[in-house]
């Protein structure tokens, strides 16, 4: 199976196929999702929430992502892997967020790079779209905003937010994304974005009118407590065998029946007898 590109996102919208996206922020994972087909791994700044525990993707670096992306790339063979470009590493100057667009594909294997924002964004988009990186936008709730939006709410509720989300869309495409996501918008605005534009829209609390679909994995797999929003499925709730598995190492380890033989490696007798 060959690899997904922006050319084989593009067909599945234009074929009516569904894109399934994940996040990855390690090998072994990354291999595990990589294998049941799941089309797309983003690396994303989420990971500074369920991976590092921080309250918000805002302390996320360029290290930090540059880290992860490498342990991913390494395990995927068929998805195209995307990598979040964290908070600061593209506000600063255009020049400055090209140079990061570029180390996520030159030093960390990325084959994307995904960046929040609307218009604003439209110049720094451009500027790393000319170097020959596909961008993937995002829109509605942005994260990386939260201060300015005032926590992790439902966006475009309003006339004036929904008609900027839309135009802002538009306007991206207009750029050069090659996809982009929708976070936390009501299902019906999310439709006509994605009725609206050409290019895949991959939503995450944004109904099934959208192209494709996104989730946090450990929120997939019932991994993260912290913060459980309306739109989260838990497909899985591991942490109850991963709790009951861990306990019975305990008491095993306690009870000294962990290692068993089969563990264990044994030594010839007689060399033994000399080390007494
Ligand atoms: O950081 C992230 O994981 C994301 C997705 C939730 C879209 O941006």
Request: charged fraction near 20%.
């Amino acid at each position: 199976m060959a690899r997904v590109t922006t050319t084989s996102l593009r067909r599945m919208k234009e074929e009516g196929r569904k894109i399934s996206v994940l996040t990855a922020y390690d090998y072994s994972t990354a291999k595990i999702l990589d294998a049941a087909g799941v089309d797309v791994l983003l690396v994303g700044d989420s990971l500074g929430m369920v991976m590092l525990g921080y309250d918000s993707t805002l302390p996320v670096t360029m290290a930090d992502m540059l880290h992860h992306t490498k342990a991913v790339a390494r395990g995927t063979r068929n998805a195209m892997v995307i990598t979040d470009m964290p908070f600061m590493s593209y506000h600063i100057s255009v020049e400055e967020s090209v140079r990061n667009a570029g180390r996520c594909l030159q030093e960390a294997g990325a084959q994307a790079v995904k960046l929040e924002g609307g218009r604003e964004m439209a110049d720094t988009i451009k500027a790393i779209i000319r170097t020959g990186i596909p961008v993937m936008g995002h829109l509605g709730l942005t994260p990386q905003q939260v201060h300015q939006l005032g926590g992790f709410s439902v966006q475009g509720r309003d006339e004036a937010q929904a008609r900027k989300i839309l135009e802002d869309a538009q306007l991206l495409e207009e750029v050069g994304v090659f996809s982009l996501v929708l976070e936390c918008v009501p299902a019906p605005l999310a439709k006509l974005v994605s009725e609206t534009v050409k290019i895949p829209t991959i939503g995450i609390g944004a109904g099934a009118g959208c192209d494709g679909q996104v989730l946090v994995i450990q929120d997939l797999l019932g991994l993260y407590s912290d913060l459980t929003p309306k739109f989260v499925k838990q497909f899985a709730k591991l942490n109850e065998p991963m709790t009951a598995a861990v306990k019975q190492y305990i008491k095993e380890v306690q009870e000294g029946v962990f290692p068993g033989p089969e563990h264990t490696f044994g030594m010839e007798e007689s060399l033994l007898k000399k080390l007494y």
